[in-house]
């Protein structure tokens, strides 16, 4: 078992008595409706089997001991939870201790402190959302040990609340959604504007799911994540001058054809374009699939890849490569980049006679053209949280 070494991990530096207990919780992809989530459009993500392991024992006194396993470096990291406050610091520590926070902030006190140790198999700053699973993942420990009375909905909507206004990230809601709500096999087509959402069956015959990492890192502080959002928000704002509309999601094609030189920036427009046309393929995207045509879906995930690279402008050198490379093997059904952009990981259907020419070809012409290489995953779609021991 992959938590079997995490638990000897948290036995050695924190002792074994007492009633300790064994967590996962998956990272996601996205397989369609990027940038959407915050413009009130729809997204297409789905839960992986990789994920983060969290071994956990509640405290008597008010002492907050983390220590990870990717991060060994930093030892063991002391804190409590009466200093929790929602500022920007540089380690790990402020997911959990954000969403140890929003608890709070949403009348849930947590009395106690905690030991924790983590293992995360999802690559760091992939774009696979590592952040949102130690979120999740916290909110499940603690729902679980404390005994709070929520949903896995609410982890999602604390775990994103945390990291608006702990970690200073105005994130959507889709990673922890995908992750809080995820379901083994299926992805979940979200309407962000109402939450409304439906399990939708990925039946990939005779191919597979396959991540491409670019590792190039990224994180959303420090990407340019915060200023697409404000070039939407003020799109939305001009645009909305002329027609009804609580978000750009509510535009179809059509009216934003007829409205769009009403939003005077070039830019701004550009980047509502994309929020709107996104939005209906991914509402296409899933019909597709409903009907079994992953010939459509594919080519769908085509012209969203262009659409964030012309006008969102959120690709880059790397996901580019990765993604036009991918195009040229026979036997890719679909490639576009996944996640926020400027770097993590691209996601591909790629036919399962094509997997290995895939992986070969795309990394050596990566390797050639970028300098370094790209990591390769096979994913498979998981189950939300849950508790393991
Ligand atoms: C990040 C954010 C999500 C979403 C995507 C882009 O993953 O956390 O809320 O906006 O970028 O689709």
Redesign the pocket.
């Known amino acids: 078992m992959i938590w079997e070494p995490v638990l000897a991990k948290f036995k050695e530096l924190f002792g074994d008595e007492g009633d300790i207990r064994v967590y996962f919780a998956p990272g996601r992809v996205?397989m369609i409706?990027?940038?959407?989530?915050?413009n009130g459009g729809h997204?297409f993500p789905c839960a992986l089997t990789i994920g983060t392991y969290g071994v956990a024992r509640k405290r008597a006194d008010k002492k907050l001991r983390f220590y990870s396993m990717n991060f060994e470096n930093l030892g063991v990291l002391e804190s409590s939870i009466e200093n929790l406050k929602p500022e920007k610091e540089a380690d790990w520590t402020n997911y959990p201790k954000g969403v140890i926070w929003a608890f709070g902030e949403k009348g849930m006190q947590v009395d106690t402190g905690l030991d924790l140790v983590l293992f995360g198999n999802i690559p760091n700053g992939s774009?696979l959302?590592s952040s949102?699973s130690v979120e999740v993942l916290t909110g499940y420990i603690l729902k679980d040990m404390f005994g709070f009375d929520v949903t896995n909905q609410d982890l999602a909507l604390i775990g994103?609340y945390s990291?608006n206004k702990f970690n200073g990230?105005n994130?959507?809601?889709?990673?922890?959604f995908a992750i809080a709500m995820g379901k083994a096999g299926h992805a979940i087509f979200l309407d962000t504007a109402t939450l409304k959402y439906e399990y939708a069956p990925i039946k990939l015959e005779n191919a597979k799911i396959v991540i491409s990492c670019s590792n190039k890192k990224r994180g959303?502080g420090d990407s340019k994540?915060n200023e697409r959002?404000a070039e939407c928000e003020s799109a939305f704002a001009q645009i909305g001058e002329v027609i009804g509309i609580n978000s750009l999601g509510d535009l179809s094609e059509e009216q934003f054809e007829q409205y769009k030189d009403s939003i005077k920036d070039d830019v701004c427009q550009k980047r509502a374009k994309h929020a709107v046309y996104e939005n209906e393929r991914t509402i296409k995207a899933v019909e597709a699939l409903k009907n079994n045509d992953v010939t459509t879906f594919g080519k769908l995930m085509n012209e969203s890849h262009i659409s964030l690279r012309d006008d969102y402008e959120?690709t880059g050198i790397e996901l580019d490569t990765l993604v036009e490379e991918a195009w040229k093997i026979d036997g890719v059904i679909g490639s576009r980049m996944?996640?926020?952009?400027f770097g993590g990981c691209t996601v591909s259907i790629v036919k399962d006679d094509a997997v290995d020419t895939f992986i070969e070809k795309v990394g050596e012409a990566y390797k050639a053209k970028i300098g370094y290489a790209a990591d390769f995953y096979v994913v498979e779609i998981g189950d939300g949280p849950s508790r393991l021991a």
């Open positions: 996205n409706g990027e940038h959407t989530d915050y997204v774009g959302s949102a994103q990291e990230v994130c959507g809601i889709m990673d922890q959303l994540y959002r959120v996944t996640g926020a952009g």
